[in-house]
C-alpha cells in the first residue's frame, strides 16, 4: 500500500486548528443525556437524505421512512403532476399511522392513486389534500381544505431526495451542501440504477459508524484477512496514508488510493476476484456510459494515477462513496437510541447487460458485506468499553482528522440549540 507526502504546509489536522490536535471525549457518544439533545439539535432540524427520485418512477409512487432520532414517520411520493413532496405520516382526524402494512413501525412502499387510512377510512391525495371523509356530515362546520396532511420540506440534489422537519429552516439544500454539493454536480448518479441494500441493527452510537467508515487508518489490521496473505503482511508492514482531505463547513472529505481495476500484479488478489475481475473496489472494467472521462472538480482533489475512491460525508448521517472504476455506495446511519442506530449500505452499478456483468456487481456486493460486517462487529465492542468510562481521553492520529470534524460540528449544534433553548447540559470534550 503506498504512501504520499502530506502537504507541505504540514499535516492535514494543522491545517483546521479550530479541531485542535489533543486527546478527545467520546462523551457525546455515550451519553443518554446529549443524544436527546442531538435529536432535537440536529435530526429535527437539518437536511436528511432519504432515498433517490428513482423510488419513485411513477406517478402515485411512494415509500416511507422511519426517522426515529426525529420521532416521525414521513411519506415520500410522486404526484400526478410529476412533483414529489414529503408529508407526516399521520393521519389528520386521530393521528393514526396513515401508510404501513402488517407491522407499523416497518417501512414500505408502493404505487397508489390515494392513501387511506386504517382506522376510519379517511383519504388523502397524492398532493396531501383530505379528499374523503367518512360520514362527513357527523362532524361540526369541518372544512376539508383544512386538513390536508402535514408537508415537509423536500429539496432534491442530483436526484437524492432530503427533507428538513423544522418548519422554520431557511437555508436551501444547495447552501446546506456547499461546495461539496456543487462540485460533485454532473457525475451520472443518475445511470448507476442497479441497486443492493444492506441493512442492519448495530448496538453502538450513530457517530461511531460514521467514525470507521471516515478513516482508513485501520484497513490494513481489521481487514487483513480479506486479502491474500503476502498482501496482508505488506499492509500490515506498510500502513496507509490518503491522499487528501477537506473540510467544508459541517461536511468532509477523504480521498484514497485504490488503482487496482485490475491490480498490476494478479497474484495480490483472491482466484474469484481474477476470475470474474471484481471485488471490493468494484467490477474492473468501466461501464460504458458519459460521464465518467471528464469527472466534476469536487472528485480525486489531488489528480493521482493511483485514486481509487473518494468518500464524503454529508452531516449528519449520510455518506457516499464515488469509486474510480464508475460505480458509487451510499451510507445512512439512523439513531434509534444513545448507543443503537440502524446502518444502511446501498451499492449502485450500471445495470449489467449480461450474467457475468451481474455476478462481477454480486460479487462487490458480497465483498463489501464481509467487510461492513468487521466494521459493525468492532464496534459494538467499542461502545461497551466507551461506557466503562475506564478511559475517558483518546489520542486521534492526522488520518482520524474526519472524527475530530464530525464529533466537532456535533457538539457545535447541540451548543447552538442550548443556546436558543437556554436548556444547557454540560457534555465535557478535549480538543
Not at 481495476?261 to 494478479?266: A, E, R
Request: one cysteine or more.
Amino acid at each position: 500500500m503506498p504512501h504520499f507526502a502530506k502537504p507541505a504546509e504540514g499535516s492535514w489536522t494543522e491545517q483546521y486548528p479550530e479541531l485542535g490536535t489533543g486527546p478527545v471525549s467520546y462523551e457525546d457518544s455515550i451519553s443518554p443525556e446529549h443524544y436527546e439533545l442531538e435529536r432535537k439539535a440536529i435530526f429535527s432540524r437539518t437536511w436528511l437524505n432519504v432515498g433517490r427520485v428513482e423510488q419513485l418512477p411513477r406517478a402515485g409512487s411512494y415509500f416511507t421512512k422511519e426517522i426515529a432520532a426525529a420521532g416521525t414517520s414521513i411519506i415520500v411520493v410522486k404526484g400526478t403532476d410529476g412533483e414529489v413532496r414529503a408529508f407526516h405520516n399521520i393521519c389528520r382526524h386521530r393521528g393514526n399511522k396513515l401508510v404501513w402494512n402488517d407491522f407499523p413501525g416497518e417501512e414500505t412502499s408502493g404505487t397508489c392513486r390515494q392513501f387511506t387510512c386504517k382506522y376510519h377510512g379517511w383519504r388523502y391525495g397524492t398532493d396531501g389534500e383530505l379528499t374523503f371523509v367518512q360520514q362527513e356530515s357527523e362532524f361540526f362546520n369541518l372544512d376539508k381544505g383544512d386538513y390536508g396532511l402535514a408537508s415537509v420540506k423536500l429539496q432534491t440534489w442530483q436526484g437524492f431526495i432530503f427533507v428538513n422537519l423544522n418548519p422554520e429552516n431557511t437555508t436551501s439544500l444547495d447552501e446546506y451542501l456547499g461546495e461539496f454539493g456543487a462540485e460533485l454536480a454532473g457525475y451520472p448518479f443518475d445511470k448507476m440504477t442497479e441497486v443492493y441494500k444492506y441493512r442492519a441493527n448495530v448496538g453502538s452510537n450513530w457517530k461511531l459508524f460514521i467514525d470507521a467508515f471516515a478513516e482508513f487508518y485501520h484497513a490494513p489490521i481489521l481487514h487483513a484477512k480479506q486479502a491474500t496473505a503476502d498482501e496482508s503482511r505488506k499492509l500490515s508492514e506498510v500502513g496507509f496514508e490518503a491522499l487528501a482531505y477537506k473540510i467544508n463547513g459541517p461536511h468532509s472529505m477523504v480521498s484514497s488510493w485504490g488503482g487496482m481495476s485490475p491490480p498490476k500484479d494478479l497474484d495480490m488478489v483472491k482466484p474469484i476476484e481474477r476470475i470474474l475481475r471484481s471485488g471490493l473496489f468494484g467490477p474492473w472494467d468501466h461501464p460504458d456510459i458519459e460521464g465518467l472521462d471528464n469527472l466534476p472538480p469536487a472528485l480525486n482533489p489531488a489528480q493521482h494515477k493511483a485514486w481509487g475512491i473518494d468518500s464524503f460525508v454529508f452531516f449528519p448521517n449520510f455518506m457516499l462513496l464515488v469509486w474510480e472504476p464508475g460505480w458509487y455506495l451510499t451510507y445512512h446511519y439512523w439513531p434509534t437510541s444513545y448507543n443503537t442506530h440502524i446502518f444502511e449500505g446501498t451499492l449502485y452499478f450500471v445495470p449489467a447487460k449480461n450474467a457475468e456483468e451481474r455476478l462481477r456487481q454480486e460479487l462487490a456486493a458480497v465483498t463489501f458485506k464481509e467487510y461492513a460486517l468487521q466494521d459493525g462487529n468492532t464496534l459494538e465492542a467499542t461502545q461497551t468499553m466507551l461506557e466503562s468510562r475506564a478511559v475517558t481521553l483518546f489520542p486521534l492520529n492526522d488520518q482520524e482528522i474526519l472524527l475530530r470534524h464530525l464529533h466537532t460540528t456535533a457538539r457545535e449544534h447541540v451548543a447552538d440549540y442550548e443556546k436558543s433553548a437556554a436548556t444547557p447540559v454540560k457534555i465535557s470534550a478535549a480538543s
